[in-house]
């Protein structure tokens, strides 16, 4: 199973079954060989990203013989592909679906190696080079289709289960939904190094949602009674934040 991506120079990668990738210029009518994978995979998906790229998500490691997480970019102006990062899931069959927002639902899959097919989904923000969980699927399904509808919502349609029978049933994913999970801190950066009294700190934390909706609210302990609300800066689901603090007497940041 191959995929065909339409670039913006006009051309269509060919991707799939072989470690190779093929060029088809509609105006000679001509196929050419670019650069290579860098995984041999069939069955990826892959979608056309705002900046000209080819992203590519999964699929089936032919040296391997297993279901990859593997992602890769494809760059139209030197001809090459360059790993990118890789997904919380190996998924071979998913869907990559480019939603409003710029990012990219993943969902679905199987691996063929142990017959498990996924009802997992996650996000991939192109921006930050990241992969987050989000709702899943009520149903695991692989080679399905999956459309953006004019209401930003993702139409789920048909493929298979795990015993290989095909599906009927069909479900909307909602990226404005609130699913009220709690947010997931990332990095937290504050002085580790002592601080002169009378002076003042500042501290900064990362922050992951899956609902990307969700606004956010922080408040910072400092480890000697008081506590002050923090500044947030975040944008479809990440966010950071910050505050700085006098220090009047010895504290310990929490």
């Given at each position: 199973e191959h995929t065909?991506?339409?670039?913006?120079?006009?051309?269509?990668?060919i991707i799939g079954s072989s470690n190779t990738a093929e060029l088809y210029d509609q105006n000679t009518g001509t196929f050419s060989l670019t650069g290579n994978p860098v995984f041999p995979i069939y069955g990826a998906?892959?979608?056309?990203?705002?900046?000209?790229?080819?992203?590519?998500?999964?699929?089936?490691d032919i040296n391997l013989w297993q279901a990859?997480?593997?992602?890769?970019?494809?760059?139209?102006?030197?001809?090459t592909f360059s790993l990118t990062g890789n997904m919380n899931y190996a998924r071979t069959f998913p869907t990559?679906?480019?939603?409003?927002?710029?990012?990219?639902?993943?969902?679905?899959?199987?691996?063929?190696?142990?017959?498990?097919?996924?009802?997992?989904?996650?996000?991939?923000?192109?921006?930050?080079n990241s992969f987050s969980l989000t709702g899943s699927m009520n149903y695991?399904?692989?080679?399905?289709?999956?459309?953006?509808?004019?209401?930003?919502?993702?139409?789920?349609?048909?493929?298979y289960?795990?015993?290989?029978?095909?599906?009927?049933?069909?479900?909307?994913?909602?990226?404005?939904?609130?699913?009220?999970?709690?947010?997931?801190?990332?990095?937290?950066?504050?002085?580790?190094?002592?601080?002169?009294?009378?002076?003042?700190?500042?501290?900064?934390?990362t922050f992951t949602d899956v609902d990307t909706a969700d606004t956010h609210t922080a408040v910072w302990d400092w480890g000697d009674g008081t506590t002050s609300t923090g500044t947030v800066t975040e944008t479809n689901g990440s966010g950071s934040v910050s505050n700085t603090q006098p220090i009047h007497q010895q504290e310990f940041i929490q």
């Open positions: 065909a991506t339409l670039l913006q120079n006009g051309k269509v990668l998906s892959t979608n056309l990203l705002p900046n000209g790229k080819v992203v590519v998500f999964g699929g089936w990859t997480s593997s992602v890769e970019l494809y760059d139209q102006n030197t001809g990559s679906t480019l939603l409003s927002n710029g990012k990219i639902l993943i969902a679905g899959g199987i691996d063929p190696s142990t017959g498990i097919v996924l009802n997992s989904a996650e996000i991939y923000d192109p921006v930050t695991a399904r692989y080679y399905y289709t999956a459309t953006l509808l004019q209401n930003n919502k993702v139409l789920v349609a048909g493929g289960d795990a015993n290989g029978s095909a599906l009927q049933s069909a479900e909307l994913y909602d990226p404005n939904a609130i699913s009220n999970s709690a947010p997931v801190v990332g990095s937290i950066s504050a002085p580790t190094a002592p601080v002169q009294v009378n002076s003042s700190i500042t501290a900064n934390a």
